[in-house]
């Protein structure tokens, strides 16, 4: 069973539109976070939810939103798409100072 | 804000020889991780690094963790095919784990 899920993997879509992504963890750990990973394949923490807390939240334009319904779900939720926003994203999980578990990635694309 | 360097930020190998990529922080680190991502795919954990002067090895890849604790290598003796992707380094603790290096993506040439 894969640990850290993420759908959909590949994703085209306009420039404009909403769209999400959705994360599920099977492991049961206390704080999920999604990354960006741009075309020079720079890591960069999005945000971090800890026990359905918003914990992080880097300098990311509010059009990004993270949701969790429960402890093993954190979904983004993309609003009116822009070009820059092609990149992969990456749903990830931890315990406390553990280590970080990493989904598959989805690869999105702004046309 | 607080920057995790990593160098080279690229490096181009013959199979058969060794590499090195080094992680360097403004800051003193509580711990520290090594991750590998594949060509197309997730990071995946490699090692933790905790003590000071701390080494440790994993088959053909040997991890330090500076003195200071400060700063980090990671080391691939005789490199293969297979060693192909990008290495990151990651300053753990809490709130702070949040923070990975820029990466250093390794080629092997057959």
């Known amino acids: 069973d894969t640990a850290v899920s993420q759908t959909p993997k590949y994703l085209v879509t306009q420039m404009g539109n909403d769209k999400s992504i959705k994360c599920e963890q099977n492991?049961?750990?206390?704080?999920m976070y999604w990354y960006k990973q741009d075309s020079k394949k720079f890591l960069k923490i999005m945000f971090s939810y800890n026990n359905k807390e918003l914990i992080i939240n880097e300098t990311v334009p509010n059009r990004f939103s993270p949701k969790s319904p429960d402890k093993a779900h954190l979904n983004l939720h993309i609003n009116s798409l822009e070009l820059g926003d092609s990149a992969v994203y990456f749903c990830?999980?931890?315990?406390?100072?553990?280590?970080?578990?990493f989904g598959e990635g989805s690869w999105l694309t702004v046309v | 804000g607080q920057q995790v360097m990593q160098i080279p930020q690229y490096q181009h190998v013959q199979e058969g020889e060794d590499f090195t990529t080094y992680c360097n922080s403004s800051t003193t680190l509580s711990n520290i991780q090594w991750y590998k991502q594949r060509p197309g795919g997730h990071p995946v954990f490699l090692i933790q690094?905790?003590?000071?002067?701390e080494v440790k090895k994993q088959k053909r890849l040997t991890f330090q963790f500076g003195e200071a604790k400060k700063n980090s290598s990671l080391h691939i003796t005789a490199t293969q095919t297979t060693d192909v992707g990008t290495y990151f380094c990651?300053?753990?603790?809490?709130?702070?784990?949040?923070?990975f290096g820029t990466g250093t993506r390794l080629q092997v040439f057959p």
């Open positions: 990651e300053r753990g603790g809490n709130t702070d784990k949040l923070i």
């Open positions: 492991l049961g750990h206390d704080t």
């Open positions: 990830a999980s931890s315990q406390v100072e553990g280590t970080i578990y």
């Open positions: 690094l905790v003590k000071s002067g």
